[in-house]
């Protein structure tokens, strides 16, 4: 299995309050990205990383910001938390982009109140 | 649009083969097409992914029409465990932003 690691696995929250997602991964894979999972609406791409501090938008980047310091870590910031924001965050990390394949984690359940 | 166009839902029978198609008539000649699949309450996993000619390996086939606007996973018998949402995905004009569709719902029956 290929090394990454999100946290925390679960998160309950209030409207408001900032959250962080961190994504870990132990691969030194280039491309790093983050997807949400909402029924109805499969996956779709927050934003994305292409190296250490390259970052792009995705499909749904408004209210998401992310940070790339180091090649090991995707970090996923919502700053103020509304109640649509309540979804499944999966992580995935790449070596060779959109020629390659994606390997996922396992999730993150963030829920806001 | 980068989107990709698959049905809902199929139903296939263990131990049968399952065809599952894509459309993805907007691709351009050099956009891999990719298969992922997600099973319950787990993240994607890969399959399989291809440029042109057919492609195969352990877990599926992939069959990628000559104009290349559609492909087919094939799964040659179907297992209780290949029950799963399976996604076809592209890259979005030649970023390095991978978009996934809606997929199709595959249930497996004994």
């Known amino acids: 299995d290929a090394g990454i690691t999100q946290s925390p696995r679960h998160k309950v929250t209030e409207t408001g309050t900032p959250v962080t997602l961190r994504c870990h991964q132990t691969e030194n894979h280039r491309y790093m990205y983050w997807y949400r999972q909402d029924p109805g609406h499969g996956l779709r791409l927050i934003h994305y990383s292409y190296g250490v501090k390259d970052t792009d938008k995705g499909e749904v980047s408004d209210g998401y910001s992310v940070s790339r310091s180091k090649t090991e870590d995707f970090l996923l910031t919502l700053e103020s938390a509304t109640s649509s924001q309540t979804s499944v965050y999966f992580c995935?990390?790449?070596?060779?982009?959109?020629?390659?394949?994606?390997?996922f984690g396992e999730g993150s359940r963030l829920t806001v109140l | 649009d980068a989107k990709t166009t698959q049905p809902n839902s199929m139903e296939s029978n263990e131990e049968e083969p399952v065809h599952l198609p894509c459309n993805h008539s907007t691709i351009s000649g050099t956009d891999y097409i990719h298969w992922y699949r997600q099973l319950p309450s787990q993240g994607p996993e890969y399959v399989i992914h291809?440029?042109?000619s057919n492609v195969n390996n352990r877990m599926a086939s992939l069959a990628i029409a000559e104009d290349r606007k559609s492909s087919t996973l094939i799964l040659h018998r179907a297992t209780l465990r290949d029950a799963a949402v399976y996604y076809c995905i592209r890259p979005q004009g030649g970023s390095e932003k991978l978009v996934f569709g809606k997929g199709t719902k595959l249930t497996v029956n004994p």
């Open positions: 995935a990390i790449s070596a060779a982009g959109w020629v390659g394949e994606l390997f």
């Open positions: 291809g440029l042109t």
